[in-house]
């Protein structure tokens, strides 16, 4: 099994050190982990940026793949926090550094940070998701050096909306997103953090997933987007069933930027 969306200490967010997400790892039956610590500039439209310097995040991987060898396998990856008029900043530190894996993220809309910023004020909900998936549009057609889109639909998690909007709301997106990152070669990842957030569903919806299946989709990462070391491989055996259900036969990892797949089906029956 392998987790592909792990926070450690490097991520301002999260409380676990990468020691700690590893012995929970191990404790899970994890047999290899992706650290994607955050990489997002001008977060809130202040210029203020939310990173970590790298050199020391691969020397502190470096340590424990050393520490725990022929335990687990341990990558290094990252999560950028995209947004289209960062395109060119993104650029440069993933042609600048030697990640395995890239997650494709957006966090902040319209230079507000989902969370913590305004976007939301006096905004009808439809109006929020339409932008969100115009801007993701915008970063997929200017942006190629990632692996996955992270958590699609995160959308659907903010805003404090009393529930969230059905697909059929924003299906006219979807399709041509999906298509863009398939003829692209890239890939989705499952997020199983949905659930943790009482959405109802994972990122993205099952419907989400079976749409992907449906045009030809291929590549897809398992994730937990785990903060906290109880959250590692959070659910991971319901959502491989629900892959294989869909006709998913497969999970990726990465090294080197490059994809391996394995097995959905040996992974359950392990």
């Known amino acids: 099994m392998f987790d592909y969306h792990v926070h450690s200490h490097f991520s301002p967010d999260a409380s676990m050190t990468m020691e700690d997400a590893i012995n929970s790892a191990l404790e899970k039956g994890i047999t290899e982990i992706c650290f994607t610590d955050h990489i997002d500039y001008d977060c809130d439209g202040k210029n203020n940026d939310i990173k970590f310097n790298v050199n020391d995040y691969f020397n502190s991987i470096d340590f424990y793949r050393e520490k725990y060898k022929n335990r687990i396998s341990i990558k290094q990856g990252v999560e950028f926090g995209l947004q289209p008029h960062l395109i060119n900043e993104y650029t440069t530190d993933a042609n600048r550094y030697e990640f395995d894996f890239i997650l494709c993220s957006i966090h902040s809309l319209e230079r507000e940070d989902l969370y913590t910023g305004s976007f939301f004020n006096n905004r009808p909900q439809l109006d929020a998701y339409s932008i969100y998936f115009e801007e993701l549009a915008k970063v997929i057609d200017t942006f190629d050096h990632y692996s996955v889109l992270g958590h699609l639909d995160v959308i659907k998690r903010y805003g404090g909306y009393d529930i969230s909007l059905p697909l059929e709301n924003y299906q006219e997106f979807i399709s041509p997103l999906l298509k863009k990152i398939i003829d692209k070669g890239k890939g989705l990842e499952l997020n199983t953090s949905g659930l943790r957030y009482q959405v109802g569903d994972y990122h993205p919806s099952m419907d989400i ?26 659910d991971f055996s319901n959502a491989l069933k629900g892959l294989l259900d869909i006709g998913f036969k497969y999970i990726a990892t990465f090294s080197n930027m490059n994809p391996q797949f394995h097995s959905i089906e040996k992974l359950i029956v392990k």
């Not at 590549?219 to 959070?234: E, M, P, R, Y």
């Open 209 to 234: 997933l079976k749409i992907y299946h449906s045009l030809g989709g291929e590549i897809i990462t398992l994730g937990s987007d785990a903060h906290q070391s109880k959250h590692v491989a959070f």
